[in-house]
């Protein structure tokens, strides 16, 4: 390659010392795994005994948990402007700091309004600390190499119902649920902060190259359509799948499925979501760009359309249990890609906080809205007949359609092995008989 050539965006520093662990990833791993059990999955195990504790109605909890959430995505873009000025070593660790003030809080408040101030301060800490966060870190440091190190951070945070759902409900019935926050948050502080301040990148001084040098400043791309199409076709898809999958068992109920087995597929729908991003990663390397959203939208409707019209036999139901559980976590990973790979890193922060706003907001939104739409309609069915058309809508917005030379350079990329910035003319024209 000649002097002048410009560096391939496959690669990185840190896919050149692939044999050691990246202490980066680990960092996240492990941050990642303690910051959503603690900020997220303790709370609705934990739910019934503040219920029974203070006399607040199990709504008025949920609420609050739900305001914390509309909180992050709110803040959100002003912390991806703060991870771009600052990087992830200051902004997840000063984040961390707050999300242990905030659990505190959540831990001593004596009224609901206090309950209400504590989930806010939660929430803030929120978009500090976990996936928009850890997305754009990452995104940084592995540029558009970051499919297999986003999968490994979301195969362990997913690791964080499986175990603190479970964890904080014995600690609970031994320490209280205000007691069982106060362990938690402490962990949280002792593990979370000195390994966000020590061991995350500062501020990356070069942006990487944009994929197909598509290059552009932040209110351009935040104004395209591309950039809007993208962004409102995941969040419909995802406000779909999740206002579904989070219902399943009222769903079920009305098709006549009993509790026991109704929890079972909802559980299911946990494991789908670890498939889902395994195939999502795998397929990257034969789907082009342009395609992945489309294929996941097309998954996640269909699977939708399915659970309005079947009832039964129950293997069936398990299937679709588990295709709406891979949606699901394939939707997190088109979710932590769309930017990096289609704008490169520049301002990586800012426009991944934009991108991810709409989408965290539909998602705190999306259980209650189930529930509401359903009594509007009359029954969960037919409820769920209506979000499969809203989740076909938000496949239909994600379709790109590209410059047929940019395809061709992606194709090449997957399909022939090439490694460099563009495809040789030999390689390029046997893209060209391909695709005939």
Known sequence: MSASAAPSPQRSEVQKTRWRPDPVLVTLCVTQLISWGTLYYVLPAVAAEIVADTGWSLVSVMAAFSAGLLVSAGVGVGFGGLLDRFGGRVVMAWSS????AGVVLVATASTFPMFVVAWVVVGVAQAGVLYQA???????????????????????????????????????????????????GALLAVVTIPLHALLLPRRDPVPRQVPNGERMENPVVVRSSRFIRLCLGVTLLSFS??????????????????????AL????????????????TV???VVPLPLRALLVGAVASLTLVAFALISGPFAVLVLLALLAGAARGALTLVQATAVVERWGT???GTLNGVFSAPITASIALAPVAGVALAAAVGSFPLAVAL????????????FERPRRGAYLTEVGRR?????????DRRDEDRQRQALR
């Open 241 to 262: 799948v999740y206002a579904v999958s989070l219902n399943l068992i009222p769903l079920l109920s009305e098709r006549g499925i009993d509790a026991r087995a109704a």
């Open 346 to 348: 520049e301002r990586l």
């Open 97 to 100: 700091a707050l999300a242990t």
């Open 283 to 285: 397929l990257n390397r």
């Open 134 to 184: 850890a997305f754009t870190v990452i995104g940084l440091r592995y540029g558009a190499a970051a499919g297999r190190p986003l999968l490994v951070v979301t195969l362990v945070a997913g690791l964080a119902s499986t175990l603190y759902v479970p964890g904080a409900t014995l600690l609970a019935e031994v320490v209280g649920w205000r007691g069982t926050y106060l362990v938690l």
């Open 265 to 280: 597929l909802l559980g299911l729908v946990g494991v789908g979501q670890v498939v889902g991003r395994v195939l999502f």
């Open 415 to 423: 399909a022939l092995g090439h490694q460099g910035p563009c495809a």
């Open 387 to 398: 979000l499969a058309g809203v989740a076909a809508v938000g496949a239909l917005l994600v």
